[in-house]
DNA sequence: GCAAAAACATACCAACTAGTATGTTTTTGA
DNA sequence: TCAAAAACATACTAGTTGGTATGTTTTTGC
């Protein structure tokens, strides 16, 4: 990798990890370049404007690691319901990157930013609705194969998941502690027996 | 009401609609007394300082609000899923002050404040502490009437259902209308038909 | 090897932030 | 009625914000 790109990227990674702890407003462009030890010239020579960079680590890094942590899991398992529930129970107990007090970052940028800011609306759309494809189609394809009842709704259950999911990374939040996911994630498992 | 009372009220409901649309950190004293069209000595009188204020707003206007928008109709209702059910239909689809593309003030205040401010932290989790308890109340009552399963884990059962209604709360602000709220509400359905 | 462009560094600024110091006005209670 | 306290108003400050103007250094391509 060049060199150039490297800062870059190193801006995006450290940005990111700002971000994901205290938000986005409230990073400040000068705790960016203090913690990456670059300075503004760089910065600005880098990304037009603060906003342009948040923009960017949607795309440059929450986009890649949904592939690989949220989309992947859920394409070659045989049976959709055990794939979702694996899915889920990977990033609410094992995922070491996400931490409970701070939830998930997209929800958290979804947010903060959504309601008054068009690009990081339209970039995150962009990554939810990968996912809500991705998942209802891995139903559809269970419906197929006799591992879901044909009367489920693919894209219902998929909001329905995917809605708990980003709720109860609220929980988290709030109890501080892996415990409520527990909880949650008994039931999971029960409504997606549900679908069988 | 006194008109000091008043004065501090007026704030306090002011200030709320503006967090609601703009978020805490966003939201400036400045902007507060100027639409509330008081001075910052009057604003200052009242409360020691913003986040008193910001924890004034949960306590007096967001823990009322919840008692009769979320606890009431899970009380006095026969069939607890069926209270369930309307309960997050009607703050879905009826309820004029929540906004889809805002989404749901609790929820954004603790996305917001609570991985870093502790008195934010205590103010949501007495409030949904409350809601849970509620919630998990009705469903044993259920139990016992004979309205839900006896295998059902009410406390399991509400937590999955909250997340689901926070979580969604988050798929408003990406879509931008409650048309995405009705596939919920399907599924939803289901899900709390599957109890009985 | 060397000019041009890319990459980065430094110093600065205007706007905004929460909060305060010091007033003036209004209300209260004896 | 009248002084004291409560309620509010005005002017200010120190710190922080995103962003820029103007440099210097490093890399690139011929």
Not at 150 to 171: E, K
Request: glycine share 6%; charged share 25%; with cysteine.
């Amino acid at each position: 990798m060049k060199k150039a790109e490297a800062t870059r990227l190193n801006i995006l990674e450290k940005a990111f990890e700002l971000i994901y702890v205290k938000g986005y407003q409230t990073t400040s462009v000068d705790d960016i370049i203090a913690t990456t030890e670059v300075t503004k010239g760089a910065f600005y020579y880098h990304f037009k404007n603060k906003d342009e960079m948040g923009v960017a680590i949607i795309n440059e890094l929450l986009k890649p690691s949904l592939t690989t942590s949220f989309i992947d899991p859920l394409l070659n398992d045989s049976d959709p319901l055990d794939a979702i529930y694996n899915l889920i129970h990977n990033l609410l107990i094992d995922n070491e990157f996400l931490k409970v007090e701070y939830g998930c970052p997209a929800s958290n940028l979804t947010h903060e930013m959504t309601p008054w800011n068009a690009d990081f609306h339209h970039a995150l759309n962009d990554l939810t609705q990968q996912w809500i494809k991705t998942m209802a189609g891995a139903i559809e394809n269970g419906k197929r194969n006799g591992h879901v009842r044909t009367n489920v709704d693919p894209l219902q259950a998929t909001m329905f998941v995917m809605s708990g999911y980003w709720g109860i990374r609220n929980f988290g939040k709030l109890e501080n502690s892996k415990k409520v996911y527990f909880p949650f994630l008994k039931e999971l498992r029960n409504y997606l027996d549900s679908l069988r």
